[in-house]
């Protein structure tokens, strides 16, 4: 049974990047038929996809975040990683790393499972 | 600000059957799959329902999942104490071209 666990610094400066690493168990990230994603959640609030990355390395990303945002892979130790760069309060969020399931190549479904049990970063000075 | 829109909360008593309403647009219910999220307090989100009304393994069949036009609705039957808990829609949105969730339905068992 594949699991994701998010790892971190919990607090990061304004203005600073954000860096968090995803590590995959139970199952290889370099298996076909899937992306893997990065969710946020506000405190309180609803849930907000940033973007994904394949084995390959190929990324997409939300394009409201676009510019800040850059993901890396690298599967001779089974992670995904998110960088985001110039955070400012708004971004203090509990971050996921989940599965997205890929039906047919390039076509967009929303299907996530499994997630990661998420990690809180709080940026704050 | 979601794109999706759903009630703030529903209730019922145990044994009951509570429906949750996801309502959106054509640049995203109406064009593409949905899918259905539990967060139990404290958690991360579960995949409840993708594809509109699949289930995935070990999901009990008192969840279902339909959508017609612009909104999707998730029900539950047989309403326990364990479905205390947040239940989001989500969708592709192929204006946004990103993936959204909707508003958030808090489950109440009373």
């Known amino acids: 049974q594949v699991q994701l666990q998010e790892s971190g610094p919990g607090l990061v400066k304004p203005s600073q990047t954000l860096s968090l690493t995803c590590t995959v168990s139970?199952?290889?990230?370099?298996?076909?038929?899937?992306?893997w994603s990065w969710i946020r959640q506000h405190p309180g609030k609803g849930l907000e996809w940033i973007g994904y990355?394949?084995?390959?390395?190929?990324?997409y990303n939300k394009p409201s975040l676009k510019s800040r945002v850059t993901m890396a892979v690298d599967t001779s130790k089974n992670q995904f990683s998110l960088k985001l760069s110039s955070v400012t309060a708004a971004d203090t969020a509990v971050y996921y790393c989940?599965?997205?399931?890929?039906?047919?190549?390039?076509?967009?479904?929303?299907?996530?499972?499994?997630w990661g049990q998420g990690t809180l970063v709080t940026v704050s000075s | 600000q979601s794109v999706l829109t759903q009630p703030p909360s529903v209730s019922a008593a145990p044994g009951q059957k509570v429906t949750i309403s996801c309502s959106g647009s054509?640049?995203?219910?109406?064009?593409?799959?949905v899918s259905w999220y539990q967060q139990l307090p404290g958690t991360a989100p579960q995949l409840l329902i993708y594809?509109?009304?699949k289930r995935p393994s070990g999901i009990p069949d008192r969840f279902s999942g339909s959508r017609s036009g612009t909104s999707a609705t998730l029900g539950i039957t047989g309403l326990q104490t364990g479905d205390e808990a947040e239940y989001y829609c989500?969708?592709?949105?192929?204006?946004?071209?990103?993936?959204?969730f909707g508003t958030g339905t808090k489950v109440t068992v009373l």
């Open positions: 989500g969708t592709w949105d192929s204006s946004l071209s990103a993936h959204v």
């Open positions: 594809d509109n009304n």
């Open positions: 139970g199952g290889s990230i370099s298996s076909g038929g899937y992306y």
């Open positions: 989940a599965r997205q399931i890929v039906v047919v190549p390039g076509a967009m479904v929303n299907r996530f499972d499994p």
């Open positions: 990355i394949d084995y390959s390395g190929i990324t």
């Open positions: 054509s640049s995203n219910i109406g064009n593409n799959f």
